[in-house]
């Protein structure tokens, strides 16, 4: 039973595994926009700042779910005819809209976390503040996050398999369909494989790459954070 | 230059336009906390002259107004009132591009603020290459050379976290340097280095000196205000309470708050 499900559960997870790219890489770019926003002090900009507090507020308030259900069955509903319909472009999309939410409060912590002395002495040198913010304070900010941004990028490699409420067959709904009729689970128990396959190397890749930035290293050498009995 | 015309009893003192730097009236505030729409007064009006090639030593306690003043003359504070003329120019003024009057200057500060993520070598050719808008080839071998100069010539792939305090501090000064500036602006540049690395700095600034580079120096370091200072100011409460050559206000200071100061300090 779990071999002859496979070819369709894999097929599932290639959908699962594109929706996964798209909406990481869409909303990474939107909730750093998001962040940056919310984190200028340009007066000027108070507009866009007072949008990003109430779209974060928003969207972190409201289930993943029910934005896919209304963006999945509600968006449809008004006739765009210009708006493609398939459940896979909507369900990226509800994903999107609440993941950027997410990512950019990551960000809004990475800018934060970067000390204001750090952004004194770009600007004592001459840089404009779009200098400063791209050359300075970003590298640091988004390797101070790297790990709750792991975190969500993984988060949202699991999540892509909810927009099999929408009736795009991913890995979820490839294994759901298998099931039918059987009263035999063990399709879910290979879509959880898979998705466990490709999240795992994930985690890890991340552990390794921040231990060989110098995270490891450069704690053993505080005091008191190496063996404390 | 988009030089201002300056109304003619705009500069109280002395006409103001020679100095390299003159401060006239300069006011700064910041929100007093606890107390709604208080303010707390750090700056109350000062004046201050540096002269091309010469070197004004800032003291004072701790909340004197040395830093303040410092950053105020870099523009990373906004003035409340009074004047700030470089070359004759109110570069408070907030017309101004504070950009372009920031690249004339060179600042180091008490915690070095190298940034952590780049070499040294980035460090200090990133505002030649952003701000200066010099080839990187160009912007490189510049600062190789200043690195050489500040001893640091073996360091210059090394990031900031494998160097000394006092190897940081250099780089920090080489990176200050690197662009010419016509004033450097030091904020205790000393004051957070281990007790036995702070020679290796003061000796740098002391060759900066004498190489007549344009300085003015917030220190808690008597000794070297002593040895590089042409003029010595005492800042308390916002205010310059003393001024003379370091020997007139370090040997034989005439107001009773100064002596207090240097009694404490030698207690």
Redesign the interface.
Known sequence: MAWESLPAILEGLWLNLRVWVVAGVVGTLLGLGLAIARTSRIPALFPLRAFATAYVDLFRGVPLLLVLLLVGFGLPALRLEWLPTSGAFLGALAIVLTYTAYLAEVFRAGIESVHP??V?????????RA?TTR??VL??AV?NVTAPLANNLVSLQKDSGLISVLGAVDAIRAAQIATTGSYNFTPYVVAGILFFLVSFPLTRAVDAYQARR?WGR?LATVSGAGDIR | MSGLVLPSDATPQDGGTDHLLALRGVRKTFPAPGVPGGRRVVLDGIDLDVDAHRCVVLVGSSGSGKSTLLRVVNLLEEVDDGQILLDGEDVADPRLDANRVRARMGMVFQAYNLFPHLTVLDNVTLAPRLVHRRARAEAEAAAVEMLGRVGLGHRVTAYPDQLSGGEQQRAAIARALVNGPELLLLDEVTSALDPELVGEVLDLLAELRAEGRTMLVATHEMGFARRVADEVCFLHEGRVHERGTPEQVLGDPQRERTRAFLRRLHA
């Open positions: 002395s750090q004194a002495a770009a600007r004592s040198l001459g840089l404009t200098q050359r300075v590298p640091q390797r110098g450069s």
